[in-house]
């Protein structure tokens, strides 16, 4: 086995299973699988700043072959696929009753729903990315849920 | 009675809407307020007054004053002036002993003035002292405004965040020109009104809506009923205009005297005739609005050298004005102009009175903190007396607590001759108009009678909120973050009792703890220990930095070998424990308390900070899952799940591999903190679901923490934090095998020549289950106390950690336990109740 396999879900054929999937996906859309590495010692092209030389870097492919070219050009890099669970979510009036964080300045790193930290990207239009800690993920769902009922009440 | 249609009135009389006060049915428009539709119906009074249940009427209509504070729909403290009219309200009088129009407890203000002076709380009802239970009942009875339903339903309050370049407070004249330019230089510009909502040009307006406060960096909360808003802004203008102060005569506070911006809204905004013949002081401009809507003006003076009003039944009958006593149903009346500057003096602004126009004026703004307007105190004017007192009826300086010129006068006389102690004793500004029609009434005749100019005197302190707020909309919504193991659902499917741990929710049992201590003991258990602190250390320093971080060793640490670790704080008190593994000469895998993850992961980063080490630390408790396999049948079980090699001699005790387990890569701990042979299996925390049904399957049998605390306290393992405190250190917890004193530092180690055993943590059996927390006594003193018990089948009895004086600490003692308020004997023991050689452990 590759070192330390055992953080990652990318070393087998067991079926992962998301932390959000016992959440009903009213007002988000569950991005959990998206491969996720936090890598030390600079920021790769690319990638989401989270801290002085970290950095996360989110991919749709082989996370395997990623975090191996990474590793040769020099990063210390770390599976953290299975410790962030991923939300989609739309709208800026959803955004500002979940944090308190200036959307005009995102990627960032910061809170989201009283405390949680979470690792915020925009994409396109009004469409925000949410990564946040999988053992807070079903209260986070809940809460973005919440939210936009009350928006749409 | 309506007036004939006004021009830019709110109602819509094709839209009536029907709603009760007291139980009575009246009607309304939409577009009324509840106080505009219930004045128009007629009602005169509103209230009772806070201390002396005197009637009161609109004063303000702008939701400043207490006088129309009501209960709507079970909400109390409801102002029903601004209050926007619905459909089926149901509204009742508030601080009242039989109805609104009588109310028994008015009685205090005819006969209770001796028995009730200013700060009678603090020395009335004291003697004789075996009564006060029954004062305190009555008191805590008619104290208070208005009664919250503990059953009543809570309304939706959410909570919205925002930035903007410029935020203006206040949509009058002044605020919304600000508002424009600013937008013409392309700032982003939001703009707060109190009033209706109404469209900007070129900028946002949030209406109705009210700003509760200014905040350090720029921080605005706004009150928008049922939602509050953050905002936070890089330049705030405050327009927040003038607020009409009421004159301080005998007799001000009657039904029937207003201020004139309540004359203005009733006969501008809802076309309601305020009276019938009216007397006009200070705004004499508002006489004319009054003829108009076809009220008498009996006479309109600017300025008024005397002044009195009389009733009957709390409502104005006549005034006395400069000596001429007129009939009237409605004294208009008003003072000075004072600029609304709590809101700049909360952002630190200085706040001067300005004797030539005898108002308090804002000077001095912090950056980014602007104000226009009247707020600015630019305004002409003549200051007024500060009081027309001397005989007569009360004297209001302050409507909400009822504090009459009387009072103050009174206060100075007993010493309390500064403003902020005049303030905290006679209450004068601290009812729920915070001040904004008394707080220069208040200082003026403070001023006067105590021969201070009041410069001298000064304001006193702004604090938030600028406007009452609900406290609902201050909570938010009822949302407790929550973390949950990745094995959550297949504990709730198997009908887990969940129980909070810190913010883990956690199993506590399956329903039957013996039951499943019985099971890891005899045959195989499985425990989910997701929550465990887990660290990554890496980096070719990585060694250094542990045996740095913790008084034992790990730079000799085998790869693939395991070994227990405590960590101190700079004290050498205990502050967290748990297992390294060594997996690579570079590599390290921390395990830590469940409570204590976050703390240890900043600790080991501020360490690894200022040492400069090559090690990153990487904090992966929640990515990583954890279950505990345990019992006499876990290697069997395991062997049958995985290729590697488990047997005894490949796997021993203390030993970390990495393997597979059901096609699964793990992380296998050999470790047992259950006291049976056991194995912690660490994999990827979407991966514990397969992993832990591929357990079950084997035949293992899921236990809970009650049990696991079971098994725990029969080997006498210690939990950090509930057997030890922030007083513990290794030495007194019988751990002093752990130190090497002979490493040149670690943390914590300056401590250790300063240790002081004070009580040692020993084990003890007993026949009765003690309370944990339970008093240790020996020769009727206390001589400590039990931090963990439990019952044990297989120890037969009651077992559990307790700390003790030093002195009893030894095999066999005896010491005796506080329970049920009775003294029980117990035995101390040293060495763990359970497999005390650990035989089972390595086995």
């Known amino acids: ?92 009036r959803l955004m500002r009753r979940l944090t308190e964080l200036d959307l005009d300045a995102l990627p960032t790193v910061g809170a989201i729903a009283r405390g949680t930290p979470a690792v915020i990207e925009r994409l396109d239009g009004e469409r925000f990315r949410l990564f946040v800690p999988q053992e807070l993920a079903r209260y986070v769902a809940e809460v973005v849920n919440d939210v936009a009922e009350g928006l749409n009440a | 009675m309506r007036l004939e249609p006004q021009a830019g009135e709110r109602i819509d009389r094709s839209s009536p809407l029907t709603f009760t006060l007291d139980g009575r049915e009246v009607t309304g428009f939409a577009g009324d307020t509840i106080g505009s539709a219930l004045y128009a119906a007629g009602t005169r009074i509103f209230s009772r007054s806070f201390k002396y249940h005197r009637p009161r009427g609109l ?31 149901r509204v009742r009088g508030q601080n009242v002993r039989g109805s609104l129009e009588r109310d028994w407890l008015s009685v205090v203000d005819r006969f209770g003035g001796p028995f009730t002076p200013v700060g009678f709380y603090y020395r009335t009802m004291i003697r004789p002292r075996r009564a006060w239970p029954l004062y305190e009942k009555v008191l805590r009875n008619i104290a208070g405004l208005g009664r919250i339903s503990p059953t009543g339903a809570h309304r939706r309050y959410d909570t919205e965040h925002r930035t903007v370049d410029v935020l203006v407070i206040g949509g009058g004249g002044a605020g919304r020109r600000a508002a424009a330019e600013a937008a013409k230089t392309g700032a982003e510009v939001l703009l707060v009104d109190e009033g209706h909502a109404f469209r900007g040009r070129g900028y946002e307006v949030l209406a109705p809506a009210r700003a509760l406060a200014v905040y350090e960096g720029g921080l605005v909360p706004v009150d928008a009923g049922s939602v509050l808003h953050r905002i936070r802004a890089r330049r705030i203008v405050v327009a927040a205009g003038t607020l009409d102060q009421p004159l301080v005569f005998p007799g001000n506070d009657l039904v029937g005297v207003m201020l004139p911006g309540a004359v203005r809204r009733l006969v501008d905004e809802w076309a309601v005739r305020p009276g019938t013949r009216a007397v006009v ?201 929550a973390k949950r193991s990745p094995l959550h659902r297949r504990h709730e499917d198997a009908g887990a009792e969940m129980m909070w741990t810190g913010q883990w929710r956690r199993p506590h049992s399956y329903g039957d703890p013996a039951g499943e201590v019985r099971a890891v003991h005899e045959h195989l258990g499985v425990i989910d220990v997701s929550t465990l602190g887990k660290i990554v250390v890496e ?82 408790t929640g990515g990583v899952a954890a279950v505990n396999l345990a019992g006499p049948q876990a290697r069997t079980a395991l062997a049958r799940l995985t290729d590697a090699d488990v047997s005894k001699e490949a796997f021993r005790y203390l030993d970390a591999k990495e393997i597979r387990v059901a096609g699964i890569p793990c992380l296998a701990l050999r470790i047992g903190f259950v006291g049976e042979l056991g194995y912690e299996l660490h994999c990827a925390a979407s991966l514990a679901e397969p992993l832990w049904d591929a357990l079950v399957r084997a035949g293992a049998r899921p236990f809970g923490l009650e049990p696991q605390r079971v098994l725990r306290l029969e080997k006498a393992h210690v939990i950090v934090g509930q057997d030890t405190d922030s007083e513990s250190n290794l030495l007194s917890a019988g751990m002093p095998w752990i130190v090497k004193a002979d490493k040149e530092d670690f943390v914590g180690k300056w401590a250790l020549p300063h240790a002081q055993v004070r009580e040692r943590l020993v084990g003890f059996t007993a026949e009765v289950l003690p309370p944990e927390g339970a008093q240790v006594v020996r020769d009727g003193r206390i001589a400590g106390r039990v931090t963990s018990a439990r019952s044990s089948e297989r120890v037969g009895g009651a077992i559990g950690l307790a700390w003790i004086e030093p002195g009893y600490a030894e095999e066999g003692s005896t010491i005796q336990i506080r329970a049920n308020g009775e003294l029980h004997d117990a035995q101390v023991t040293l060495a763990p109740f359970y497999d005390p050689e650990g035989v089972l452990l390595r086995s």
């Open chain 1, 1 to 92: 086995m590759t070192r330390l396999a055992f953080l990652s879900p990318h070393e087998t054929d067991a079926v992962p299973v998301s932390p959000l999937r016992d959440v009903e996906p009213r007002a988000f859309t569950d991005v959990s699988a998206l491969g996720k590495l936090e890598v030390r010692g600079g920021v790769p092209a690319g990638a989401i700043p989270v801290g002085p030389e970290r950095a996360l870097v989110v991919l749709d492919g082989d996370v395997r072959a990623t975090r191996d070219r990474l590793r040769d050009e020099g990063y210390r890099v770390y599976d953290v696929t299975a410790a962030l669970a991923g939300l989609e979510v739309e709208g800026e």
């Open chain 2, 59 to 89: 004063l303000c209509c702008s939701g400043h004053c207490p006088n129309c504070m009501m209960t709507v729909d079970g909400v109390p403290n409801v102002r029903v002036c601004t209050e926007p009219l619905r459909e089926g309200a």
């Open chain 2, 281 to 481: 002081v200070g705004d004499t401009g508002v006489a004319e609005q009054l003829r108009r809507a076809g009220v008498e003006v009996a006479a309109a003076v600017a300025r008024a050298n005397g002044l009195r009003a009389h009733g009957r039944g709390g409502r104005l009958r006549t005034v006395e004005l400069d000596g001429r006593r007129i009939a009237c149903d409605l004294l208009v009346a008003s003072g000075a102009r004072q600029p609304a500057y709590s809101l700049l003096a909360q952002a630190g602004a200085r706040i001067d009175y300005e004797p030539r126009s005898g108002v308090f004026v804002p000077s001095a703004l912090p950056p980014g903190v602007e104000v226009v307007g009247g707020a600015a105190g630019s305004e002409r004017q003549q200051p007024v007396p500060a009081a027309y007192d001397g005989g007569g009826d009360k004297c209001f300086v302050c409507v909400c607590e009822d504090v009459t010129v009387k009072d103050l006068k009174r206060a100075v006389a007993e010493g309390f001759d500064s403003i902020e102690l005049a303030k905290r004793y006679t209450t004068v500004t601290m009812g729920p108009c915070q001040g904004k029609l008394c707080h220069l009434a208040s200082v003026r005749v403070l001023a006067r009678e105590t021969a201070t100019p009041e410069a001298l005197i000064g304001a006193t302190t702004a604090r938030p909120p600028w406007a009452p707020v609900e406290l609902g909309l201050l909570a938010g919504r009822h949302l407790e973050p």
């Open chain 2, 539 to 620: 980096g070719a320093d990585a060694a250094a930095l542990l045996e740095r971080l913790y008084p034992n060793r790990f730079a000799d640490l085998r790869i693939g070998r395991v070994r227990y670790g405590v960590l101190t704080t700079d004290g050498g008190r205990i502050f967290d424990d748990g297992t390294i593994a060594r997996l690579a000469e570079d590599l390290y895998y921390v395990t830590t308390t469940s409570t204590g993850s976050e703390g240890v992961a900043e600790w080991f980063e501020w360490w690894n900070a200022i040492w400069g080490y090559d090690a990153e630390i990487v904090h992966v």
